[in-house]
């Protein structure tokens, strides 16, 4: 069995390629709706909003809890405070798929 590359990245230029061949719109067109798709979802993450693309995945933002923290170099503790952080949970079909999955 092969095992993952960690050097294979599929990125936005890659994406638009692979969708403009398959519904043979122009690459402009595809990194537009790309570009739009991603601008929505932040806009609606940074309100609070919860982003869901069902069979795929659900993306929010929670609170983390203030807590204290010690700086390991001179031992002093500290206080972290609360933020807000993104968090990704995907969908157990496509986790099932994934594990299936015999190509690396």
Known sequence: ???????????KKQL????SKKTKYPQNQVS???????????????KGEE???QGYFTLKTTMTTPRM??????KKKMKVPAKRVPKAKFSQELKKEISKSKTS
């Open 69 to 74: 923290a010690m700086n390991l170099q001179t």
């Open 32 to 46: 537009k709706i790309i570009d739009e798709l991603l601008s929505e979802t932040k806009k609606s993450l940074l």
């Open 1 to 11: 069995m092969k095992s993952i590359s960690k050097s294979t990245i599929t990125g």
């Open 51 to 53: 982003v869901r693309l």
């Open 16 to 19: 638009t390629e692979r969708i």
